[in-house]
């Protein structure tokens, strides 16, 4: 009997192998890279309950009345859809100027409906429909504005989350 073809035959099989274990351990290191690569390397989920609360820290900001502090919530890249607008604004310059604005009629919001989204540790949007309790800067004027919003918010490595996209417009008139 000759041994020589089984002996091919077995390093053959375990060559593949160890090349198939290579191969799912580089997938299994990349999908795993991909998803913890922002926070760390057991961090648990962000809940709905955190989520709702990044609105709540946005609202107080604008309590401050200060547009820096409601600047400082978002990324440096961030874009911003504002609810009394026509103009986008693409980066800080663009947002304070925003809020300079809206911050003059001493808004505070009220969210009337909320869904949250997880994508994934570092990545959440939170969608829905907010109040915004207005008053007139130059009449004393008070006045509610109905507004859908989208806010696409990202954990940074610091462990905070900022705002990298917020969108916000009046509700169509029915």
Do not use: C
């Not at 009337?112 to 915004?132: A, C």
């Amino acid at each position: 009997m000759n041994r020589r073809p089984v002996r091919r035959r077995i390093a053959v099989a375990t060559a593949t192998a160890v090349l198939a274990a290579g191969t799912f351990a580089l997938g299994a290191g990349i999908a795993g890279a991909d998803s913890g690569s922002k926070g760390a390397k057991h961090a648990k989920p962000v809940s709905t309950t955190q989520v709702l609360g990044l609105f709540d820290r946005w609202n107080a900001a604008l309590g401050t009345g200060d547009p820096q502090k409601v600047a400082d919530l978002y990324a440096k890249d961030a874009v911003l859809l504002p609810t009394v607008s026509n103009e986008v604004r693409t980066d800080r310059a663009g947002i304070v100027d925003y809020f300079e604005h809206f911050l003059r009629n001493k808004p505070v919001g009220t969210k009337v409906e909320s869904v949250v989204n997880v994508l994934d540790r570092d990545t959440v949007i939170d969608t829905g429909v907010y109040e915004f309790a207005l008053t007139d800067h130059d009449t004393g004027e008070k006045s509610t504005v109905k507004a859908r919003y989208t806010y696409a918010y990202e954990k940074q490595p610091n462990g905070g989350w900022l705002i990298v996209n917020h969108h916000s417009s009046k509700m169509p008139q029915g």
